[in-house]
């Protein structure tokens, strides 16, 4: 691993340095995220898809990106998302090096790919720290990240879907959004329901909610460039004061509406109007609020099934989600 981290640091940063330090960073699930140190101080990023780096447990259609929701894996869907977002003027991490290795030998004497990119190192911390430790500091970098989704919000697309996808002439599966989020939320109440008593005993009443707002929802033509993740650890703080966003790969084009809903439970206590935007579908939000938390509940319960470390932190995920979902049927 180091070999292979060393070569694609010295790709990146140019000859002449020798890795010094290898650093696996805390969060990432899907991915391994590692600061690379060369002798001089120099630093990089690396990101590296590969299975051993991924902690989720495998499901059918992980690898099916006419699903908006599969697991955003691998190198080309984070240059497509990359290469749109910077196109907009959204600040991003400068690419220094893509490639791809093989990751061990698996049956039949064959390896596994594994994509690795390398991004600048954006000193700083992210906005998740800023808002804890000053939000008056957090103040201007949230009105700035609210220019920049007002720049993602301006480009539209036809269709929906992951911007690899889309961006490629490609389509995605279903035929609306709301369509798309009421099919995975209601295999994320299933999910949900078969891993907790709670939702099990509520899933009729769930379902029954979830089917009754999608109904509300009218069809809409154009969707706008989400980055679909975006919770304040995505988005880190540069020196000029400039919020940076990472973590692209789940970029696609889709309701406005699933960014918002996202933003408003990440952010939580913290002052969400320098991002509020006028004029959002309030029968987008109902659905997508409760299917956000649903997703909120069955992933973070998925992902404990498996080796994940931090799991006091996921189990109260869960938890909390699981108990605002419970709320939302009840209205």
Not at 133 to 153: I, K, N, T
């Amino acid at each position: 691993m180091r070999e292979r981290l060393a070569g694609a640091a010295r790709a990146a940063l140019g000859g002449g340095r020798r890795l010094a330090a290898a650093e696996r960073l805390a969060g990432g699930s899907k991915k391994g995220v590692y600061r690379l140190v060369m002798d001089d101080g120099t630093s990089a990023i690396a990101y590296r898809w590969a299975a051993a780096e991924n902690y989720w447990p495998a499901a059918e259609g992980d690898d099916d990106l006419a699903d908006p929701f599969s697991p955003g894996l691998g190198a080309g869907l984070f240059e497509a998302a990359h290469a749109r977002l910077a196109a907009l003027g959204v600040p991003v991490p400068a690419i220094r090096y893509i490639g791809r290795e093989v990751e061990g030998e698996v049956e039949g004497g064959h390896g596994a790919p594994a994509d690795l990119v390398v991004v600048e190192d954006v000193p700083g911390e992210n906005l998740e720290g800023l808002l804890a430790r000053d939000p008056r500091a957090a103040a201007p970098v949230l009105a700035r990240l609210g220019e920049a989704l007002a720049a993602m919000r301006g480009h539209r697309a036809p269709g929906y879907g992951k911007v690899a996808v889309v961006d490629g002439g490609g389509a995605s599966h279903g035929t609306s959004c709301e369509g798309v989020v009421l099919d995975r939320a209601l295999r994320d109440l299933a999910e949900a329901a078969a891993r907790d008593a709670r939702i099990a005993d509520a899933r009729e009443r769930l379902a029954r909610r979830l089917l009754d707002l999608a109904a509300a929802v009218r069809p809409r033509a154009e969707h706008a460039l989400v980055h679909g993740e975006l919770g304040p650890d995505h988005v880190l703080v540069d020196a000029a004061g400039r919020p940076v966003l990472i973590d692209l790969e789940g970029a696609m084009y889709f309701d406005v509406e699933w960014e918002h809903v996202f933003l408003r439970i990440r952010l939580r206590g913290a002052d969400y109007r320098p991002l509020a935007v006028d004029g959002l579908d309030e029968d987008r939000l109902a659905l997508y609020t409760l299917a956000q938390r649903l997703s909120l509940t069955a992933g973070p319960l998925r992902l404990l099934d498996g080796d994940f470390p931090a799991r006091a932190a996921m189990a109260g995920i869960a938890e909390y989600n699981l108990r605002r979902a419970l709320e939302l049927a009840a209205g």
